[in-house]
Every structure is written in C-alpha cells, then in structure tokens.
C-alpha cells in the first residue's frame, strides 16, 4: 500500500491512497479530519469484516449499517514514568 499526502495550504492535505485521491482537512472541511478518517477506517474495518463472515457462512443478507459513536478527547493528563520501588 502506497499512500502519498502532498500539503493544500491550511490543515488541508491532498493525495491517493493506492491510486484512489483522498483529501484530509481539519480547516475548511473539503475532506474528514485525519480522526474522522481513522473512525470512518475503524468502522469500514468493522462492517467488511462482518460482511465477509456472513457470507462465508453463507447467510443470505440485503443491507448491513455500521454506526460508530466516537467521543473525542479534549485534554491529556501527561504522567511521568515511576522508578521501580
């Protein structure tokens, strides 16, 4: 897999992922913002692996929904290491 981003000024990148354009943009939302992007993954992931087991297992299905609810942190508590006792 080859993916190439090239910088479109702002927070906007422009480029393909294996030959197919893709464009990531936390600014003025011409595309998803890379989390949108990594969420829409994780579900897409999610929904092609169930469809593959369905059909393995040769179950006749018309439709399959994937809904990903995703909370997006605000802050980070930072911790530093804590030397053996």
């Given amino acids: ?5 090239r910088w479109d000024g702002d927070l906007r990148f422009k480029g393909n992922v ?3 354009p893709i464009v990531l943009d936390s ?11 990594l969420a829409a993954s994780l ?3 999610m929904g092609m692996d169930v469809a593959d087991i369905l059909r ?6 018309r439709g399959l ?7 997006l942190r605000t802050s980070f508590e930072i ?4 030397a053996p006792a």
């Avoid at 897999?1 to 981003?5: A, Q």
């Fill in 27 to 37: 600014g003025s939302h011409e595309g998803p913002t890379p989390v949108q992007a």
């Fill in 56 to 61: 393995k297992g040769r179950t006749d299905f």
């Fill in 1 to 5: 897999m080859v993916v190439e981003l």
């Fill in 43 to 45: 579900a897409g992931c």
């Fill in 18 to 20: 294996a030959g197919t």
């Fill in 79 to 82: 911790r530093s290491p804590t």
């Fill in 65 to 71: 929904e994937v809904h990903l609810v995703a909370t």
